[in-house]
């Protein structure tokens, strides 16, 4: 039997710039058959995109394919030239990249774009090419595919965009596509579009496929065989059934656990207190020059009330422009509200961050989504953590110092860390400093802005543990902002779900199997589940997909 | 053995030991620009003949064991000219360069930060300075108060704050749109704070290189401005003064109008070489 590609013994090493090797990938080797897709699964630093972008013959700037062999149709990527390997991409390997808007050109038109590739291989004639692309357009079940193409790529949405490019990819008629990481950037309702089309036109004609992903319940719709990788070796390769129900290595196993929500225990003795720790009533927030009624001119935020009652948790949901980010940046005051009352601890707070007391300021804390840009990359560990402690509670150096290390050690980091800056650390450790921040303040309430979504399952679920943990031993309340309903619901005692700007429902936990309002109902039905079955057995009511995608 | 032995003497060589990497370019450029400022420190005692005196019979004379860069139009020590020259180009360049860059830096930043009107006030009075030529601005100002070197400072600084100011506020606005600094600001920190301990440290960098640049284009104005005649006054002599001096050696090829043009040469030089290789820091250290 002859296999399409055939990676033997694969070997990649990058040069740092103290002028070491490292091998990033180490020997690693595995088969695809005609028409078959493969997934790439593992958390990010595992090398799953350095092995997909070998099957180009390419390796980013810095590395270097150090040994082994890719072949691809019977030619050996690590051996062709470089003008060799120019003429295999695109017309017999193409690439699908994560973010469908950085791999359009915002000044030309989509369907110039998408039939570049066949002018540049002069496969076929400017028309045929339109006439193609027109029916990859409709295979893809993109809307009006016969005049999409004369659009710009700001002038359609990040699904659609995303299925572009794989029409982009197709065009050429590729034995062999690649995706990374495809719809890691979309929500869910959109992520069912997306992948629907590309699992569609996949079995129509044939191609086989390369998915790279980290997220084991999306790979388990689309994939017939799943290689695990940690670390650049391949830790398990099986078919998807073997993969997600006979998982035999340690480290498949623990990212299926991951995957499975852990129900949050007893929701802890509720001290319902006589006063909430937070009230909100009735919130206006927006952006924009203020109207002659004394609103915004864009309404991010509308008439949302809540309660987060002390030693509980809020979970507040919804898909991206929902307005969940700028509701945590109104409670704040990084964005002082328009209209409505905060009422936090007893008292209530000025809109603005200004006009809070520094007590006050401490007593609620934020933390940001991605740890990157909410570290300052010039300072150290150290002194990310010590500010807090000097400008809140005046500790001197000494106490500071000890301070430090007892923060450390709560977010479970060696304490050797703290002379390192936050370029030096991995996601998961950037994300703990900035948990550790939060901390150092001694709040009581702690919003949390999507922290866990830039991180990968088995990390993400660690933090989550972490976050627990720490509220059982210091009675803290999180607001937790996700677009995950897994993770809201394994730490959450009340969810809010919310649509444009508004709170369509508040449930508990123990009822988010049968939600009452109909984009709760749509939402939670979207969220892909570990069966391979999941995606062609979901039914969706198309009136109500219509009525709450117009994204 | 050797091949050891040549790895360590090239890992000496760039630094690598420190923690920095730092290349043979910038290296050349830093001793030359080393060379310079230790010329300009201790030129009084290392020049062969007084500055003023003349002490050639000849004018323009060649290269010769006693005068080693020949002599000027007068017959005085080019050498000893150029020595003593050293002072005032690096000096007033120094000075201007550091007043220059320290106040548009700090005004850049604060603009940045504080944003609204103030910002917009700043932006366009400093927008109307940058708008008047340079050479110009320094004709009208030393004409209409004299040349003296605390004037040629002053002058060369109000000159180049607008640069500085519009190249850090660029950096400054960057970083001011990062999370880190909207933690910051929603614990209360002050102004002074944000642009101290949150923004200066990650445009430090590329404020440096444009610190450079910036003498550069100092070094360069000065020398034409004394060229010009409204520099550096007589008796003494900076070098671009040596240059117009001794501009009637051009036609007989005379090293006293070379002289100067090459230390200003080396000098400019050396500054954007080694600003175009500053050490670098070596990020991955887990050896």
């Given at each position: 039997?002859?296999?399409?590609?055939?990676?033997r013994?694969?070997?990649?090493?990058?040069?740092?710039d103290?002028?070491?090797?490292?091998?990033?990938?180490?020997?690693?080797?595995?088969?695809?058959?005609?028409?078959?897709?493969?997934?790439?699964?593992?958390?990010s630093?595992s090398?799953?995109?350095?092995?997909?972008?070998?099957?180009?013959?390419h390796?980013?700037?810095?590395?270097?394919?150090?040994?082994?062999?890719?072949?691809?149709?019977g030619?050996?990527?690590?051996?062709?030239?470089?003008?060799?390997?120019?003429?295999?991409?695109?017309?017999?390997?193409?690439?699908?990249?994560?973010?469908a808007?950085?791999?359009?050109?915002?000044?030309?038109t989509i369907?110039?774009q998408?039939?570049?590739?066949?002018?540049?291989?002069?496969?076929?004639?400017?028309?045929?090419a339109?006439?193609?692309?027109v029916?990859?357009?409709?295979?893809?079940?993109?809307?009006?595919p016969?005049t999409?193409?004369?659009?710009?790529?700001?002038?359609?949405?990040?699904?659609?965009?995303q299925?572009?490019?794989?029409?982009?990819?197709?065009?050429?008629d590729?034995?062999?596509?690649?995706?990374?990481?495809p719809?890691?950037?979309?929500?869910?309702?959109?992520?069912?579009?997306?992948?629907?089309?590309?699992?569609s036109?996949?079995?129509k004609?044939?191609?086989?496929?390369?998915?790279?992903?980290?997220?084991?319940?999306?790979?388990?719709q689309?994939?017939?065989?799943?290689?695990?990788?940690?670390?650049?070796?391949?830790?398990?390769?099986?078919t998807?059934e073997?993969?997600?129900?006979?998982?035999?290595?340690?480290y498949?196993?623990?990212?299926?656990?991951?995957?499975?929500?852990?129900p949050?225990?007893a929701a802890?003795?509720?001290?319902?207190?006589p006063?909430?720790?937070l009230?909100?009533?009735?919130?206006?927030?927006?952006y924009?020059?203020?109207?002659?009624d004394?609103?915004?001119?864009?309404r991010?935020?509308?008439?949302?009330?809540?309660?987060?009652?002390?030693?509980?948790?809020?979970?507040?949901?919804?898909?991206?422009g929902?307005?969940k980010?700028?509701?945590?940046?109104?409670?704040?005051?990084?964005l002082?509200?328009?209209?409505?009352?905060?009422?936090?601890?007893?008292?209530?707070?000025?809109r603005?961050?200004r006009?809070?007391?520094?007590?006050?300021?401490?007593?609620?804390?934020?933390?940001?989504?991605?740890?990157?840009?909410?570290?300052?990359?010039?300072?150290?560990?150290?002194?990310?953590?010590?500010?807090?402690?000097?400008?809140?509670?005046?500790?001197?150096?000494?106490?500071?110092?000890?301070?430090?290390?007892?923060l450390?050690?709560?977010?479970?980091?060696?304490?050797?860390l703290?002379?390192?800056?936050?370029g030096?650390?991995?996601?998961?450790?950037?994300q703990?400093?900035?948990?550790a921040?939060?901390l150092?303040?001694?709040?009581?309430?702690?919003?949390?802005?999507?922290?866990?979504?830039?991180?990968?399952?088995?990390?993400?679920?660690?933090?989550?543990?972490l976050?627990?943990?720490?509220?059982?031993?210091?009675?803290?309340?999180?607001?937790?902002?996700?677009?995950?309903?897994?993770?809201?619901e394994?730490?959450?005692?009340?969810i809010?779900?919310?649509?444009?700007?508004?709170?369509?429902?508040e449930?508990?936990p123990?009822?988010?199997?049968?939600?009452?309002?109909p984009?709760?109902?749509?939402?939670?039905?979207?969220?892909?589940?570990?069966?391979?079955?999941?995606l062609?057995?979901?039914?969706?009511?198309?009136?109500?997909?219509?009525?709450?995608?117009?994204? | 053995?050797?091949?050891?032995?040549?790895?360590?003497?090239?890992?000496?060589?760039?630094?690598?030991?420190?923690?920095?990497?730092?290349?043979i370019i910038g290296?050349?450029?830093?001793?030359?620009?080393?060379?310079?400022?230790?010329?300009?420190?201790f030129?009084?005692?290392?020049?062969?003949?007084?500055?003023?005196e003349?002490?050639?019979?000849?004018?323009?004379?060649p290269?010769?064991?006693?005068?080693?860069?020949?002599s000027?139009?007068l017959?005085?020590?080019?050498?000893?000219?150029?020595?003593?020259?050293?002072?005032?180009?690096?000096?007033?360049?120094?000075?201007?360069?550091?007043?220059?860059?320290?106040?548009?830096?700090?005004?850049?930043?604060?603009?940045?930060v504080?944003?609204?009107w103030?910002?917009?006030v700043?932006?366009?009075?400093?927008?109307?300075?940058?708008?008047?030529?340079?050479?110009?601005?320094?004709?009208?100002?030393?004409?209409?108060?004299?040349?003296?070197?605390?004037?040629?400072?002053?002058?060369?600084?109000?000159?180049?704050?607008?640069?500085?100011y519009?190249f850090?506020?660029?950096?400054?606005?960057?970083?001011?749109?990062?999370?880190?600094i909207?933690?910051a600001?929603?614990?209360?920190?002050?102004t002074?704070?944000?642009?101290?301990?949150?923004?200066?440290?990650?445009i430090?960098?590329?404020?440096?290189?444009?610190?450079?640049?910036?003498?550069?284009?100092?070094?360069?104005?000065?020398s034409?401005?004394?060229f010009?005649?409204?520099?550096?006054?007589?008796?003494?002599?900076?070098?671009?003064a040596?240059?117009?001096?001794?501009?009637?050696?051009?036609?007989f090829?005379?090293?006293?109008?070379?002289?100067p043009?090459?230390?200003?040469?080396?000098?400019?030089?050396?500054v954007?070489?080694?600003?175009?290789?500053?050490?670098?820091?070596?990020?991955d250290?887990s050896?």
């Amino acid at each position: 039997m002859v296999n399409l590609v055939e990676i033997r013994d694969l070997k990649v090493e990058a040069t740092t710039d103290s002028g070491r090797r490292v091998e990033i990938i180490n020997g690693v080797s595995f088969d695809i058959a005609e028409g078959e897709i493969v997934a790439l699964i593992g958390e990010s630093g595992s090398g799953k995109t350095t092995i997909a972008l070998t099957l180009m013959g390419h390796a980013r700037p810095g590395c270097r394919i150090s040994g082994g062999s890719v072949s691809v149709a019977g030619k050996d990527m690590v051996t062709l030239s470089e003008k060799q390997r120019a003429r295999v991409r695109g017309t017999e390997v193409t690439y699908v990249p994560q973010s469908a808007a950085a791999a359009f050109n915002p000044a030309t038109t989509i369907m110039d774009q998408v039939i570049e590739v066949t002018r540049i291989h002069g496969i076929m004639s400017s028309d045929e090419a339109r006439a193609r692309a027109v029916d990859l357009f409709r295979a893809l079940s993109l809307p009006e595919p016969e005049t999409i193409g004369r659009r710009y790529p700001h002038q359609v949405s990040g699904g659609q965009l995303q299925r572009l490019s794989a029409a982009m990819a197709l065009i050429g008629d590729p034995k062999l596509v690649i995706f990374d990481e495809p719809t890691t950037a979309l929500d869910v309702t959109t992520q069912i579009e997306v992948l629907r089309a590309f699992k569609s036109v996949m079995k129509k004609g044939g191609i086989a496929g390369v998915y790279v992903s980290h997220d084991l319940a999306v790979v388990a719709q689309i994939a017939d065989r799943i290689v695990v990788l940690k670390g650049g070796e391949t830790k398990e390769i099986g078919t998807t059934e073997e993969i997600l129900n006979g998982a035999k290595h340690p480290y498949t196993r623990e990212l299926l656990a991951a995957f499975e929500p852990k129900p949050r225990g007893a929701a802890g003795a509720a001290e319902s207190g006589p006063a909430p720790l937070l009230e909100i009533e009735n919130l206006i927030a927006g952006y924009g020059q203020v109207q002659a009624d004394g609103l915004p001119l864009v309404r991010a935020v509308e008439h949302v009330s809540l309660k987060v009652e002390k030693g509980r948790n809020l979970g507040i949901i919804g898909e991206s422009g929902c307005g969940k980010s700028t509701l945590a940046r109104t409670i704040a005051g990084i964005l002082p509200a328009a209209v409505g009352k905060i009422v936090f601890d007893g008292k209530e707070l000025g809109r603005s961050a200004r006009e809070r007391s520094r007590d006050e300021l401490r007593e609620m804390q934020i933390v940001f989504q991605y740890a990157d840009t909410a570290l300052n990359p010039a300072k150290s560990v150290e002194d990310i953590l010590a500010r807090p402690l000097t400008f809140y509670h005046g500790m001197n150096a000494k106490a500071r110092s000890a301070r430090i290390d007892e923060l450390l050690d709560m977010v479970r980091l060696p304490r050797n860390l703290r002379h390192r800056r936050p370029g030096e650390l991995s996601g998961g450790q950037k994300q703990r400093v900035n948990f550790a921040r939060a901390l150092a303040a001694d709040p009581k309430l702690i919003l949390c802005d999507e922290i866990t979504s830039a991180l990968d399952t088995v990390v993400a679920a660690a933090v989550i543990d972490l976050l627990k943990e720490l509220q059982r031993e210091l009675g803290l309340s999180y607001i937790f902002i996700s677009h995950d309903l897994s993770v809201v619901e394994s730490i959450c005692d009340e969810i809010v779900v919310m649509y444009g700007g508004r709170k369509v429902e508040e449930i508990s936990p123990a009822k988010i199997k049968t939600p009452e309002h109909p984009y709760s109902q749509l939402l939670f039905s979207s969220v892909p589940r570990l069966d391979p079955t999941w995606l062609d057995g979901l039914e969706q009511d198309p009136e109500l997909v219509r009525a709450y995608r117009q994204r | 053995m050797t091949m050891t032995n040549s790895e360590t003497k090239a890992d000496r060589i760039s630094g690598t030991r420190l923690g920095y990497r730092f290349n043979i370019i910038g290296m050349v450029g830093l001793s030359v620009i080393l060379f310079w400022a230790l010329i300009a420190i201790f030129a009084p005692l290392i020049i062969p003949y007084p500055v003023g005196e003349i002490v050639d019979l000849d004018y323009f004379g060649p290269m010769s064991r006693d005068f080693w860069l020949g002599s000027d139009y007068l017959g005085r020590d080019m050498l000893s000219r150029i020595l003593m020259g050293a002072r005032y180009t690096v000096g007033i360049s120094l000075a201007a360069v550091t007043i220059a860059c320290f106040s548009g830096v700090m005004l850049g930043m604060f603009a940045a930060v504080a944003g609204g009107w103030l910002d917009t006030v700043l932006s366009r009075f400093l927008d109307a300075l940058n708008s008047i030529p340079s050479k110009l601005f320094g004709l009208v100002v030393v004409a209409a108060v004299g040349s003296s070197i605390p004037v040629l400072i002053l002058t060369l600084s109000v000159i180049y704050i607008p640069g500085a100011y519009r190249f850090a506020r660029a950096l400054a606005v960057n970083i001011n749109a990062m999370d880190f600094i909207t933690v910051a600001r929603i614990r209360g920190e002050s102004t002074l704070y944000l642009i101290r301990s949150e923004i200066l440290p990650n445009i430090v960098g590329p404020v440096l290189a444009d610190l450079g640049i910036r003498f550069v284009f100092i070094v360069l104005l000065l020398s034409g401005l004394s060229f010009l005649g409204l520099g550096v006054q007589p008796p003494y002599a900076d070098w671009g003064a040596l240059v117009r001096e001794n501009i009637g050696g051009l036609p007989f090829g005379a090293p006293a109008v070379m002289a100067p043009s090459f230390a200003i040469a080396s000098l400019t030089i050396s500054v954007n070489l080694l600003i175009d290789n500053l050490p670098k820091k070596i990020r991955d250290r887990s050896e």
